[in-house]
């Protein structure tokens, strides 16, 4: 790797945070194998030790010191798998999020009573600020802020924020009352939130309801099922 391609590499992980997770997560399964490495070969070694010494394979040897040596030995190997299988299932599921997301693009709305405040709430999720779009829908009645529209937002506001968890609670609010607005919307970006948060039985739910009705993401829900399913 070249000075500049190095210097762009750690530009790259400083802003994206979902990198970092993933660089850190490499150096530990790095880590582990390079530790498999070394208990492996001294567990050759032991054997030859064993073997010139008592004329008998290293298996045979049954003291103490040598039950806790392999049981320390199993601990690392556990480890070092377990450390790759979570590495490639977090990786799988940041990898079919960003595959399948896509920033909501809300239209406005000049019909609505509250005309002048939701125009300026989605001005300013279409701006990327997100914090001051979710500031003044909660600043309104709390009645008002049960409009389809905003709760959709909201929770499509808290997803570029990073807060899934808050965002499905948010989406949530869709099964409350019979909706018509929204509501493939609102479960589709819940699914992945679910997906995000590795909570896949919930996204194979959620994702199963909206493939079961002829709607805009029935398909793309269907094609996502299949992957992982």
Known sequence: MTAQQK?????KINEDHELQKEVQL???????????LLVSSLNKKIAKIHQKSFNKPAGKVL?????????AASITLFTG???????????SSNYLYKEYYAIWQPAFNTRTSDNAIEK????????????????LIED????????????????CALMEMGDYIAAIQQFEKFNTKNYTLYTETS??????????????QNAIITLNNISEYENSYALEAKKLLTKIK
């Open 140 to 155: 309104i009645p709390p009645e008002k802020q049960l409009d389809a529209k905003l709760i959709l937002t909201k929770g």
């Open 7 to 11: 210097m762009n590499f750690e530009k």
């Open 26 to 36: 490499s150096k530990e399964v790095n880590k582990a194998i390079q530790t498999e």
């Open 81 to 91: 798998t377990a450390i790759y299988s979570l590495k490639t299932y977090f990786s």
């Open 120 to 135: 300026q709430i989605l001005a300013q999720f279409e701006k990327g600020n997100y914090a001051k779009a979710i500031q």
């Open 63 to 71: 003291n103490l010191q040598n039950k806790w040596y392999w049981a």
């Open 187 to 200: 479960n589709w970006y819940k699914a992945l939130c679910f997906i995000k948060v590795r909570d896949l």
